[in-house]
């Protein structure tokens, strides 16, 4: 049977951050979580996709946007697909990703986000179809469950090492904890995390741009005592020379965030010695056709990756099949925090996230359901339906 994509539904969300999520971003100026910048951020604006098969599957997908970091709105990736994309995902096969990426990268300049949308959704419909999880023909279910970092926020010393005492006590094994209000601050925050926790578990940071790229090698080399896996994006995102700048100066590797949209341009950050450690998600680099191009370009650069977002359902379990099938090419625990941010997933059955480790789901596809009365509630303005179901 030739199986063909005959419509599209694209849903604009709007899910709020848990009570504790909101106040640690107050508390810290907008460095809690996330770069600082004006526009307000108390919740995750998501596009949720379903792709229409004609057999009556259905894919979904989910994006995560944020203009100050993905620079385009909910209704912009919206407004994208309907008018320039659509016609290329319409009427193909959803086995077909790499020609559908290829039309479309052909066809549209950029618009990563967007793309990766639907080519996540044409995962999960083969799936669907297929009868499979998805993890089984992206690489194999190599493990069923995946380890997971822990976020700690920007916040007073006291707090952070409270938060990080917390996630211990419960399983976790790897912190990710965000620094950027001086380099003092950061020494003082990191020795308190590394004394509270002991030498066995593994540090990372985020900065969020907040440095220039003296400042960052000095922050950073200041807190390499305390053996810290990787620095996330310590300056400014589209400053790929600075990032290649500071690499050069320090002996910790760097992540770009951020900066990194494309596999061209994780491409360009390694050519340009700027990086030592990939970072992907279901926005960066375009959907799971390039994050697995990209995974693949990292391993023959003997470069290790992180898998790290703060999803909803659909996503979260897309993150932790690709975790499951490229286990062995991954270096560090899987960053998801959708689960400890938002106050939904909008799933009908939660992930199962247990001490620290997060079991990949064995349903078809990326084996979850839409929670369609969720979709509803928090949905922004109704659903635009292209082709068929329109």
Same mark, same amino acid.
């Given at each position: 049977m030739k199986y063909e994509i005959e419509g599209i539904e694209l849903t604009p969300v709007y899910v709020p951050f848990k009570n504790l999520?909101?106040?640690?971003?107050?508390?810290?100026?907008?460095?809690?979580?996330?770069? #600082?910048?004006?526009?307000?951020?108390?919740?995750?604006?998501?596009?949720?996709?379903?792709?229409?098969?004609?057999?009556?599957?259905?894919g979904l997908g989910e994006s995560f946007v944020w203009l100050p970091e993905t620079g385009i709105s909910p209704e912009g990736i919206i407004d994208?697909?309907?008018? #320039?994309?659509?016609?290329?995902?319409?009427?193909?096969?959803?086995?077909?990703?790499?020609?559908?990426?290829?039309?479309?990268?052909?066809?549209?300049?950029?618009?990563?986000?967007?793309?990766?949308?639907?080519?996540?959704?044409?995962?999960?419909l083969m799936g669907q179809i297929k009868g499979d999880p998805a993890c089984d023909f992206i690489g194999g279910r190599n493990v069923d469950e995946i380890?997971?970092?822990?976020?700690?926020?920007?916040?007073?010393?006291e707090t952070m090492v409270m938060l990080a005492k917390m996630f211990h006590k419960i399983g976790f094994r790897s912190f990710r904890y965000k620094l950027?209000?001086?380099?003092?601050?950061?020494?003082?925050?990191?020795?308190?995390?590394?004394?509270?926790?002991?030498?066995? =578990?593994?540090?990372?940071?985020?900065?969020n741009q907040a440095y220039s790229p003296e400042e960052a090698v000095e922050a950073i080399k200041a807190i390499e005592q305390f053996s810290i896996d990787f620095a996330e994006q310590p300056i400014r995102a589209d400053n790929f020379v600075g990032m290649g700048f500071v690499q050069k100066r320090v002996d910790t590797p760097l992540?770009?965030?951020?900066?990194?949209?494309? =596999?061209?341009d994780f491409v360009t950050l390694v050519e340009l010695q700027a990086v030592g450690v990939l970072g992907i998600n279901s926005e960066r680099?375009?959907?799971?056709?390039n994050a697995i191009k990209a995974l693949d370009y990292a391993e023959q650069q003997r470069i290790k990756a992180v898998i790290h977002n703060q999803p909803l359902g659909i996503a979260s379990a897309m993150h932790i099949h690709l975790a499951a099938a490229r286990f062995h090419s991954l270096g560090y625990a899987t960053e998801l925090f959708?689960?400890?941010?938002?106050?939904?997933?909008?799933?009908?059955?939660?992930?199962?996230?247990?001490?620290?480790?997060?079991? =990949?789901?064995?349903?078809?596809?990326?084996?979850?359901?839409?929670?369609?009365?969720a979709l509803e509630k928090y949905a922004t303005s109704p659903t635009i339906s292209i082709g068929k179901s329109s």
């Amino acid at each position: 049977m030739k199986y063909e994509i005959e419509g599209i539904e694209l849903t604009p969300v709007y899910v709020p951050f848990k009570n504790l999520i909101r106040q640690a971003m107050a508390e810290s100026g907008g460095l809690g979580m996330a770069i #600082a910048a004006e526009e307000e951020w108390h919740g995750g604006e998501f596009v949720i996709c379903k792709l229409l098969c004609d057999d009556g599957n259905i894919g979904l997908g989910e994006s995560f946007v944020w203009l100050p970091e993905t620079g385009i709105s909910p209704e912009g990736i919206i407004d994208i697909i309907k008018k #320039a994309l659509s016609k290329y995902i319409i009427g193909e096969s959803p086995f077909n990703v790499e020609k559908i990426l290829h039309r479309m990268d052909i066809n549209v300049a950029r618009n990563e986000v967007a793309k990766g949308l639907c080519d996540m959704a044409c995962y999960d419909l083969m799936g669907q179809i297929k009868g499979d999880p998805a993890c089984d023909f992206i690489g194999g279910r190599n493990v069923d469950e995946i380890p997971l970092a822990a976020l700690i926020p920007l916040a007073d010393i006291e707090t952070m090492v409270m938060l990080a005492k917390m996630f211990h006590k419960i399983g976790f094994r790897s912190f990710r904890y965000k620094l950027g209000r001086g380099v003092e601050e950061d020494v003082k925050i990191s020795e308190s995390i590394r004394e509270a926790l002991g030498s066995e =578990v593994r540090l990372r940071v985020d900065y969020n741009q907040a440095y220039s790229p003296e400042e960052a090698v000095e922050a950073i080399k200041a807190i390499e005592q305390f053996s810290i896996d990787f620095a996330e994006q310590p300056i400014r995102a589209d400053n790929f020379v600075g990032m290649g700048f500071v690499q050069k100066r320090v002996d910790t590797p760097l992540m770009a965030h951020e900066g990194f949209f494309s =596999v061209q341009d994780f491409v360009t950050l390694v050519e340009l010695q700027a990086v030592g450690v990939l970072g992907i998600n279901s926005e960066r680099p375009g959907g799971v056709t390039n994050a697995i191009k990209a995974l693949d370009y990292a391993e023959q650069q003997r470069i290790k990756a992180v898998i790290h977002n703060q999803p909803l359902g659909i996503a979260s379990a897309m993150h932790i099949h690709l975790a499951a099938a490229r286990f062995h090419s991954l270096g560090y625990a899987t960053e998801l925090f959708g689960q400890v941010m938002l106050e939904n997933d909008l799933i009908v059955t939660s992930l199962n996230y247990n001490k620290g480790m997060a079991k =990949v789901p064995t349903g078809p596809g990326w084996g979850i359901k839409l929670d369609e009365n969720a979709l509803e509630k928090y949905a922004t303005s109704p659903t635009i339906s292209i082709g068929k179901s329109s």
